[in-house]
């Protein structure tokens, strides 16, 4: 699959992770198993891409319990936000913030799929105008359509982002395609696994259901 991907996309191999998405494809995981591995596959990707996407940079000097000096090491770039998509982006912010060096600041974007066209809606944007990150790292679970990842990719470009990182757990392959597409020079796209196709409404199948609802005990609303 990953082969028949544009060559900005990364689909993770590592082999715990491909078994905590197996763990979490399953209906009868209980929504605390749910929250719980979305966690933890988002760090496993998150590290991935992280390793990747920053490089590390003397910091200036300090000492150690001891008294002896060492020269610390920070990131670079050193400008960095994370952006969730609502409302399932929310589950991915802590395991990013946790790979990072720092605190970074979380910028929300609202957006949804209106049902007959699947077409993306935005509803909340509270980007900072005039104070757009270097690194943009956008946080969506599931990527099925595409066109809500890729309209939020063009949201920051146009607020002023050099790059985005999009971290993903799981997509469809065509939707996966659209977001790379959105931006190819300015985008890195790094996710746990593509599935080949969607159902007629929509989802990513054989996929992981619907993880918002899943995350936040909504399921038949």
């Keep these: 699959m990953a082969a028949n991907l544009p060559s900005n996309v990364h689909v993770s191999q590592h082999p715990s992770l491909q078994a905590k998405i197996s763990q979490l494809r399953s209906k009868s995981t209980s929504p605390r198993e749910t929250n719980a591995l979305v966690h933890e596959i988002s760090l496993i990707v998150a590290c991935e891409a992280l390793s990747k ?78 104070a757009a990150a270097e690194l943009a790292i956008l946080v969506d679970p599931i990527i099925a359509t595409g066109g809500t990842c890729a309209a939020a990719i063009q949201t920051l470009r146009e607020w002023g982002a050099k790059r985005v990182l999009v971290l993903s757990i799981m997509g469809a392959a065509g939707g996966v395609k659209q977001v790379a597409e959105e931006w190819p020079e300015g985008t890195e796209l790094w996710i746990a696994g593509v599935d080949a196709e969607l159902t007629k409404e929509g989802m990513v199948k054989p996929g992981l259901g619907d993880v918002g609802d899943r995350l936040f005990l909504t399921m038949g609303k």
């Design 53 to 130: 996407s920053l490089t590390a940079v003397p910091g200036p000097q300090d000492q150690t319990p001891i008294g002896a000096d060492y020269a610390t090491t920070n990131v670079s770039p050193s400008s960095l936000c994370i952006v969730p998509i609502l409302r399932s982006g929310l589950a991915m912010v802590d395991a990013v913030q946790t790979m990072l060096p720092q605190l970074v600041p979380v910028h929300h974007l609202g957006m949804y799929r209106e049902l007959s066209t699947l077409d993306p809606v935005e509803y909340y944007n509270n980007l900072q105008a005039g």
